[in-house]
C-alpha cells in the first residue's frame, strides 16, 4: 500500500486542522496514512481520526506567545527573559526536528498544509515522493507573502491551495503545478434547521483577524431594534476577554453567549437550533464554517474583505456580502431575515443546496482521484 504523510502544526481546534483530519481520513482507506504534528496540545487530536492513521507528535507542549505577552505588559523581566529563551529553543526544536522527518521520510507522497513546512520540504527533501503544497491563508495582496509563497516552490510539484480563486490568482504567478484542493463538510443532516427562532451564530477563533468585536458591535445595532436576537458565539483565543469586557460594557450580557471551544456535537446541537450565521472576518481563505452553518440551511452574512466569504455566499441568493465592512448594513440585512421569514427560509434552502457539492463524499472522491494519478 502507497504510503502518505501529513505534516502540520498541531491537530487541536482550527479550520487548518479540520481539513487536515478530514483528508487524513479520506485518504486512510486506500492508503497507509501518517500525521507528522509538531506540538501534542491536549494529548489527543481534536477532531476525530480513523483508527488507522498514525499520528507523530513531535513536542508535547504549545507556543509560549502568551506567556511573552503577560510578562511584557507586567513587566516581569526576568520572566520574560525565560520564556523568550524557552521560545528560541521551542523554533529550534520545531526547524531542526522537521528538517530530520523529512530527510528520513520514504513515504510515496508528502503534503505540507503550512508554509513553513513548505519551505523546509523545499529546500531538505531529497527523495523521490511527490511533493504538495497546500494553501489555507490569502494572500491579500501582500507582496511579500506572495514571493514566500513563489520562493517555497522551487522543488514541489503541486501547489494547492483550498479555494478556486487562489488557485486562479497562483494560477499564473508559479512554476509549479497548480491544483485546486477542494475542502469538505464532513456532516451534513437530514433536514434543514427549522429556523423559527431569532438566535445568531458565530463559531470560530477568538482573534484580532475574525474581528468578533466588531461582531459585538453588529450585535448592539441588532438588538437595540430588535431585543428578541440572541447571539451565540462558538470559539476560544486571545480576544476573549476583551470580548467578554465589551460585552459587559454595552449591557449584553443577557443576549450574548460565549461558549469557548466545544467539540463537534455540541456545535451540532446548536446549528440545529440556529437561524443566521453572521461571520465579521477582515480575511478568510475559504470559510469553511460558512458551508458547515449552509448544511443546516442557515443563510450567512458576511464582510466581503473576507475572500473566503465571497466563494461561498451568493449575494442576495443564499446570503449577503457587506462592503467596506459597514456595521449598520450587516445589522439591517440581518434583521431583514430575521423578519422575512419566507426570504429566510429561501436564503436557507439555496444554501443548503450549494453546499452538496462539498459534500465528504463528493470531495473524497474529487481526491483519491488526484492522488491516484499522482502516485
Known amino acids: 500500500m502507497k504510503k502518505i504523510t501529513i505534516l502540520c502544526l498541531h491537530l487541536d481546534y482550527g479550520g487548518v486542522e479540520v481539513a487536515t483530519t478530514n483528508l487524513a481520513n479520506m485518504l486512510s482507506n486506500n492508503y497507509d496514512v501518517e500525521i507528522i504534528s509538531f506540538y501534542n496540545l491536549n494529548g489527543k487530536p481534536a477532531y476525530k481520526l480513523n483508527d488507522n492513521i498514525k499520528v507523530k507528535y513531535i513536542y508535547d507542549g504549545k507556543p509560549n506567545r502568551e506567556e511573552i505577552k503577560d510578562s511584557i505588559r507586567k513587566f516581569k523581566i526576568f520572566t520574560l527573559i525565560k520564556e523568550s529563551i524557552k521560545s528560541i529553543k521551542i523554533l529550534y526544536k520545531k526547524k531542526y526536528n522537521i528538517i530530520g522527518e523529512i530527510k528520513k521520510c520514504k513515504s510515496d507522497l508528502i503534503i505540507s498544509t503550512r508554509i513553513e513546512f513548505t519551505e523546509l520540504l523545499n529546500k531538505y527533501y531529497k527523495g523521490n515522493a511527490v511533493l504538495i503544497s497546500q494553501e489555507h491563508r490569502h494572500h491579500n495582496n501582500d507582496k511579500r507573502y506572495i514571493k514566500r509563497v513563489q520562493n517555497s516552490l522551487t522543488n514541489i510539484d503541486y501547489y494547492m491551495p483550498v479555494s478556486k480563486k487562489m488557485t486562479k490568482f497562483y494560477k ?196 483519491l482521484s488526484i492522488i491516484d494519478k499522482m502516485i
Open 172 to 367: 499564473n504567478k508559479v512554476k509549479t503545478k497548480v491544483m485546486y484542493g477542494p475542502l469538505c463538510v464532513d456532516y451534513i443532516p437530514d433536514k434543514e434547521t427549522k429556523k423559527t427562532s431569532k438566535n445568531i451564530i458565530s463559531i470560530g477563533r477568538l482573534s484580532p483577524e475574525k474581528g468578533y468585536l466588531d461582531l459585538i458591535d453588529v450585535f448592539k445595532i441588532i438588538h437595540q431594534k430588535d431585543n428578541e436576537c440572541i447571539l451565540h458565539i462558538i470559539g476560544d483565543g486571545i480576544e476573549r476577554k476583551l470580548i467578554k469586557d465589551k460585552i459587559k460594557e454595552l449591557k449584553l450580557n443577557n443576549f450574548v453567549k460565549v461558549y469557548g471551544y466545544k467539540d463537534k456535537s455540541f456545535i451540532r446541537e446548536k446549528l440545529n437550533e440556529m437561524s443566521l450565521y453572521l461571520m465579521t472576518s477582515y480575511e478568510e481563505s475559504f470559510g469553511l464554517v460558512l458551508l458547515e452553518a449552509s448544511a443546516y440551511g442557515i443563510p450567512s452574512i458576511a464582510f466581503d474583505c473576507a475572500e473566503g466569504a465571497t466563494e461561498i455566499i451568493n449575494n442576495d441568493v443564499d446570503g449577503y456580502l457587506i462592503e467596506n465592512r459597514n456595521k449598520e448594513k450587516m445589522a439591517e440585512k440581518a434583521l431583514e431575515l430575521l423578519e422575512n421569514r419566507n426570504k429566510l427560509a429561501n436564503f436557507g434552502h439555496n444554501a443548503r443546496t450549494k453546499c452538496l457539492e462539498y459534500s465528504y463524499e463528493n470531495v473524497k472522491e474529487k481526491w
